[in-house]
Nanobody, 124 residues
């Protein structure tokens, strides 16, 4: 099992940047493919980005492609989400998630492990 704790959320103006971190417990972090999801009030939780176990391959939702970057440091048991050129529509609770299988995963039901979320608020 793995436990996930997100941090780095906050309030920024449109056009600004934030870097989210997700720290994982356990010694097998490199065995997990990881993802970021977000959920705005009244909306379904949606896929943002995913990264494979080595960190060599990534995949993004169209809405964030070119603005967000997912990365990981397996030595630090941490996955990151660098968010640039933020827009008000990026406002949401952001979750990291893990799945103990190789590859890239975009559906929330694919993931077995979830953090508690970190709030991102972007004002216009």
């Amino acid at each position: 099992q793995v436990q996930l704790v997100e941090s780095g959320g906050g309030s920024v103006q449109a056009g600004g940047s934030l870097r989210l971190s997700c720290a994982a417990s356990g010694r097998t972090f490199s065995s997990y493919s990881m993802g970021w999801f977000r959920q705005a009030p009244g909306k379904e939780r949606e896929f943002v980005a995913t990264i494979n176990r080595s960190g060599a391959i990534t995949y993004y939702a169209d809405s964030v492609k070119g603005r967000f970057t997912i990365s990981r440091d397996n030595a630090k048991n941490t996955v990151y989400l660098q968010m640039n050129s933020l827009k008000p529509e990026d406002t949401a609770l952001y979750y990291c998630a893990g799945v103990g299988s190789p590859g890239l995963w975009t559906r929330k039901n694919d993931y077995a492990y979830w953090g508690q979320g970190t709030q991102v608020t972007v004002s216009s």
